[in-house]
C-alpha cells in the first residue's frame, strides 16, 4: 500500500482512521491496510489487491514465491489465506456485509478469492471482535515450539471452528503424511 503521507505506515492504523463517511472506494482502500498486516512466510508479503465497485480481488503474486523454501506454494498460499481473513475481520468490523469467491476464475490462477462488500450487516459469528483487535498486535515468534502432542480436545476445537461452506480443515500428526520439518 502506498501513500503520499510519509507518516502513514502500515503499523500506524486504528479504527478512529475509518472513512465512515467516504465512498465505497475510500473505505476499501482503507480496508486493505489491514489486510496487509497478515503474516507472511518470509515476510514475503504475496499478494496482491484489485479494488473495482464494490469488489476487492485478492490476488497471488507468484513473483514473490520463494521457490527454494516452499516448492509447493504451501506457505504461499497460507500468506494470502491470511490476508484475506484479515481483510474480511476488518470488513465485519467496520459493519459492512461480505460475500466471498474462492478460486473464482480457474483460468486465473493468480486470483485467490472476490469479496463483495455490501451495506451495513451484522458481525458473524465466527469472527469475534478480539479478532479485529489482534491484528495490530500480533507478531511472529521464532522461537522453538514444545514437541509435545497438541491435546485432542484442542485438534477438535480447531476443527469446529471451520464453519464456512466449502472450507475443510485436515488434522494430522501422522509423520508419513506431513512433509519432513512441519
Not at 478512529?16 to 482502500?29: F, N
Not at 464494490?54 to 506454494?73: E, M
Not at 480447531?158 to 464453519?163: E, G, R
Not at 494430522?172 to 512433509?179: A, I, L, M, R, W
Request: hydrophobic share 35%; aromatic share 8%.
Amino acid at each position: 500500500m502506498t501513500t503520499d503521507n510519509p507518516t502513514v505506515t502500515p503499523w500506524r492504523i486504528g479504527p478512529t482512521d475509518y472513512p465512515e463517511s467516504g465512498s465505497l472506494h475510500e473505505r476499501m482502500r482503507f480496508l486493505l491496510r489491514y489486510a496487509a498486516l497478515a503474516p507472511s512466510s518470509h515476510n514475503t508479503e504475496p499478494w496482491r489487491f484489485r479494488v473495482q465497485d464494490n469488489q476487492i480481488d485478492v490476488l497471488i503474486d507468484f513473483s514473490r514465491w520463494l521457490k527454494v523454501a516452499d516448492d509447493d506454494q504451501r506457505e504461499l498460499h497460507i500468506s494470502v489465506g491470511c490476508a484475506l481473513e484479515n481483510l474480511l475481520i476488518a470488513v465485519e468490523h467496520f459493519g459492512l456485509g461480505h460475500n466471498v469467491e474462492y478460486l473464482p476464475n480457474y483460468e486465473d490462477s493468480s486470483l485467490a478469492a472476490s469479496v463483495t462488500l455490501s451495506e451495513p450487516s451484522e458481525p458473524s459469528s465466527i469472527r469475534p471482535p478480539i479478532l479485529f483487535e489482534m491484528i495490530t498486535v500480533r507478531h511472529t515468534n521464532h522461537q522453538a515450539y514444545e514437541s509435545r502432542p497438541v491435546p485432542q480436545e484442542i485438534l477438535e476445537r480447531f476443527q469446529s471452528l471451520c464453519v464456512e461452506d466449502g472450507l475443510h480443515l485436515f488434522l494430522t500428526s501422522d509423520p508419513d503424511t506431513k512433509p519432513a520439518g512441519r
